[in-house]
């Protein structure tokens, strides 16, 4: 059983973190939590991760392979077709396509799905459990259509965009290649007509996309999947590829993707498979696999090969994981891991283990130790299985004990403290109201990135006021040291922000200084871009001149410290960039967007994504963090560990409590720096 003592210590991380939780397309640092929520769901690899608030879990089809069986691989009893198609090749079955609600006003309200959609979805005989769609039907589904998929000579295929972007397969060695991937994939045409999409990761109305500008030529892209142990198969029509690696290389920092669970295709954004219909996880074989069944054995096999093509093609290389970056790069995952000694070899036996339990810790252990950088993510929630049944209980039991033993990373732990500590200081009705004036200088509590589309949509059609959010927080603020008549220096406090959108960024920066961009680099492509956007400066719904008109002219500084991550890292460095200043310590770092990726086994994991890291307006590298010009001090102290008795060195951040101390240091500098 576990120790009620360690419950309770890893709890005050939980409640800490759990505040934190909201959907984002930027990221946001994760955090240790063991949690269990009422209805037996358990929070699987122990971590909360400010972009998602759950990870998944997918089933699988019946095998049609005599050779085997449903008992022996644990395929699950299906929910019966639309249609079934038959060959000595493959079952084709028609399912129906399910969509999460899109909000009344939103700018693809008008784009709304019926229940009636349907796709196609195959499984082939020698991956009876693993489900493949053909992505002509998939950019006909997420990107807009007219994909021509040009068949050569039954093995090779030239695939060509709308707007005649071209990517080459190869389905006899298993490979795809693209000139232009950024081109190919194409995210800027979404974008444009108000998607949400690499360059706009959220539906924010505030903020519309100008243009994408790449910078020089883009480095050619080739995926060897067959190396991975990944097949292909191309006909005359189509070529089809396992539906996770469509989602997974065909997916956005919005978070655009597509999941399948053997009897339907869900199409999501912000919401998880099991958000949009909690019949997701209702298959016979991931309560088999719950309950001690064994994984099927091409599922376990497909999977291993999909973190491959994962951490090695869709991965941003951030620059802090503990793998040799070089190796899995250019030799792959199985590599970098097998490179990795006792602990590689260790997490490889779990990662294609037929035992669930191991499976799943291992993924854990990859996210939490030598692939750790804030935004790399697995969690399975599972809310439908009865948590009284006996094996099931084993499970969680087994999976809290090995929690136990394994313990917390130092990352995870440097942000959490530095969080507990912030907050522990800070007066309450600052945390309550998020505004504080002293002297000239005012402070904006933004505590994450976020943005409420619902809030945005009934406050421009006269519903409601302006909405709580970032951008609406900052204006409303700003408005009110405007009134104020004495301010001349605004912070914004973003030290315990673990990042978000980076629409809200864009919206913030541009009511502060009129900045109209955010620069990117494409990991794959090897190319720098600028995406320009205009925003609703005055929120009075229209995109035009009067915008240009809002002005506050402050003097601008950032509060940042440790647990400053993601998005909550980008910031301070744009704003310095801009004139202003930092006052605080350094921040967390992260630099990479948010990024969903799919197993076919039916799990979702967060990943630091390759498509849009965010950096200065000179290509910097941000993941070290930006250091303060002005350091505020954290001293070091001794207490005892209220569980367990032992004497512990804790940070006391009580200088980031004293709000007026902080507006001092602010008020001097600018006035210094004159």
């Known amino acids: ?126 991956t009876p459990n693993v489900p493949y769609m053909g992505i002509r039907e998939y950019f006909d589904l997420m990107l807009g259509g007219g994909l021509d998929v040009q068949d050569h000579d039954g093995r090779m295929y030239t695939l060509i965009n709308a707007a005649g972007a071209e990517a080459r397969v190869d389905d006899g060695r298993n490979t795809i290649e693209a000139d232009n991937m950024p081109a190919f994939v194409n995210y800027y045409e979404a974008a444009k007509n108000g998607a949400a999409s690499s360059f706009k990761d959220s539906a924010a109305p505030y903020l519309k996309l100008r243009e994408a500008v790449y910078e020089g030529e883009p480095q050619a892209v080739s995926f060897n999947l067959g190396k991975l142990g990944i097949e292909i198969h191309g006909d005359k029509d189509d070529v089809w590829f396992p539906v996770s690696i469509l989602s997974s290389w065909l997916s956005d920092i919005a978070q655009n993707r597509v999941m399948c669970n053997g009897n339907a295709l869900y199409v999501c954004r912000s919401k998880s498979p099991y958000e949009i219909d909690n019949g997701y996880y209702s298959t016979e074989y991931m309560d088999s696999i719950l309950n001690g069944g064994e994984r099927a054995k091409d599922l376990t096999t497909y999977s291993y090969g999909e973190l491959g093509f994962i951490f090695q093609y869709m991965y941003g290389y951030p620059g802090r994981t503990q793998l040799d970056p070089e190796l899995l790069r250019n030799e792959g995952f199985d590599a970098a891991l097998a490179a990795f000694g006792d602990t590689g070899r260790e997490l490889r036996m779990d990662l294609t283990s037929r035992d669930f339990r191991e499976f799943w810790f291992g993924m854990y252990r990859l996210s939490e130790k030598p692939l750790e950088d804030g935004h790399n993510n697995t969690t399975l929630s599972i809310g439908i299985v009865d948590a009284e049944q006996e094996k099931y209980q084993a499970f969680r039991e087994y999976t809290w004990s090995k929690f136990d033993n394994f313990g917390i990373s130092d990352f995870v732990k440097k942000i959490s403290s530095a969080n507990q500590g912030i907050f522990s200081v800070r007066p309450e009705d600052y945390m309550d109201s998020g505004y504080y004036s002293h002297g000239d200088t005012a402070i904006i509590l933004l505590r994450a990135f976020t943005v409420d589309e619902n809030g945005w949509n009934a406050y421009y059609k006269g519903e409601g006021g302006i909405p709580d959010d970032t951008m609406g927080t900052a204006a409303k603020g700003l408005m009110r040291a405007a009134e104020d008549g004495e301010i001349s220096n605004v912070v914004f406090d973003l030290s315990t922000n673990p990042g978000g959108y980076s629409d809200a960024v864009a919206g913030v920066l541009s009511l502060m200084t009129g900045r109209d961009h955010l620069r990117g680099y494409d990991e794959l492509s090897k190319q720098f871009f600028d995406v320009y956007f205009d925003v609703d400066r005055n929120l009075d719904g229209e995109f035009n001149a009067e915008d240009e008109e809002v002005s506050y002219d402050f003097n601008y500084a950032v509060m940042t410290s440790g647990a400053s991550f993601s998005c909550g890292n980008l910031f301070p460095f744009l704003v310095r960039e801009d004139g202003g200043m930092v006052v605080g310590d350094r921040s967390g770092g992260g630099s990479c967007s948010v990024q969903k990726a799919a197993l076919s086994e039916g799990f979702e994991i967060s990943i630091s994504g390759s498509k849009f890291k965010l950096t200065d307006g000179e290509g910097s590298d941000l993941e070290q963090g930006v250091t303060p010009d002005v350091q505020l001090e954290i001293e070091t102290r001794k207490e005892a560990n209220e569980f367990t008795g032992e004497e512990m060195e804790t940070l006391d951040y009580s200088a980031f409590g004293d709000l007026d101390g902080v507006c001092e240091k602010v008020s001097e500098w600018f006035t210094q720096s004159k």
Do not use: W
């Open 1 to 126: 059983m576990i120790r009620k003592q360690i419950l309770a210590a890893k709890a005050v991380l939980a409640i800490l973190c759990a505040s934190l939780v909201l959907t984002t397309g930027c990221g946001g640092a994760h955090a240790a939590n063991k949690q269990e929520t009422d209805g037996g769901e358990v929070s699987g690899n122990a971590q909360i991760e400010t972009d998602t608030t759950s990870e998944t879990d997918k089933e699988t089809a019946a095998s049609a392979d005599d050779s085997q069986s449903a008992e022996e691989t644990g395929a699950a009893a299906e929910v019966p077709p639309l249609e079934e198609t038959v060959t000595d090749e493959y079952i084709q079955k028609t399912v129906h396509v399910c969509r999460e609600n899109i909000p009344d006003g939103s700018a693809q309200a008008d784009r709304k799905e019926t229940s009636d959609d349907t796709a196609q979805i195959r499984f082939y005989k020698e």
